[in-house]
């Protein structure tokens, strides 16, 4: 029996790290297929024109223009179509104000963008692997920021 194909959205402005994550996504040869946008705009466009066969996991960077990740994710958990897609937030900074918020706003984990492409491939295998209705059940603030 083949397995579906897992769904990943990347959001991030900039072209460097979605190519970054891209090949290291590639590199982990799992069962998975890769959309890229550049804004927060773009995401909430494409969500709702694939609603019924949408990402089942994002990645979202914060900064951004148009419409950046904070604003993004708020709009996204305010929409009960898609309460069962994981949101990872996938960002440069490590402030505990932008942990604090994304974790409110009802993002699943907060990754910071690891600079090694092998710190890379490790986060986006252990999010990949995870357990998300698991994981959703015993959601606290403690196991929200990934740690490599």
């Given at each position: 029996?083949?397995?579906?194909?897992?769904?990943?959205?990347?959001?991030?402005?900039?072209?460097?790290?979605?190519?970054?994550?891209?090949?290291?996504?590639?590199?982990?040869?799992?069962?998975t297929e890769?959309?890229?946008?550049?804004?927060?705009?773009?995401?909430?466009?494409?969500?709702?024109?694939?609603?019924?066969?949408g990402?089942?996991?994002?990645?979202?960077?914060?900064?951004?223009?148009?419409?950046?990740?904070?604003?993004?994710?708020?709009?996204?958990?305010?929409?009960?179509?898609?309460n069962?897609?994981?949101?990872?937030?996938?960002?440069?900074?490590?402030?505990?104000?932008?942990?604090?918020e994304?974790?409110?706003?009802?993002a699943?984990?907060?990754?910071?963008?690891?600079?090694?492409?092998?710190?890379?491939?490790?986060?986006?295998?252990?999010?990949?692997?995870t357990n998300?209705?698991?994981?959703?059940?015993?959601?606290s603030?403690?196991?929200?920021?990934?740690?490599?």
């Amino acid at each position: 029996m083949k397995m579906e194909k897992l769904k990943i959205l990347l959001v991030d402005d900039d072209e460097d790290d979605r190519q970054f994550f891209a090949d290291a996504l590639d590199s982990l040869d799992m069962n998975t297929e890769l959309v890229q946008l550049t804004d927060g705009e773009a995401c909430l466009e494409y969500m709702n024109l694939y609603k019924n066969d949408g990402p089942n996991l994002l990645f979202l960077d914060l900064n951004m223009p148009i419409m950046n990740g904070f604003q993004c994710l708020e709009r996204i958990r305010q929409q009960a179509e898609f309460n069962d897609v994981t949101i990872a937030i996938y960002s440069t900074s490590g402030a505990e104000k932008d942990i604090d918020e994304t974790f409110n706003k009802g993002a699943n984990i907060y990754l910071k963008k690891p600079a090694s492409f092998q710190d890379l491939k490790n986060s986006l295998r252990q999010v990949i692997k995870t357990n998300w209705t698991y994981q959703k059940n015993d959601f606290s603030k403690e196991n929200f920021l990934l740690k490599v």
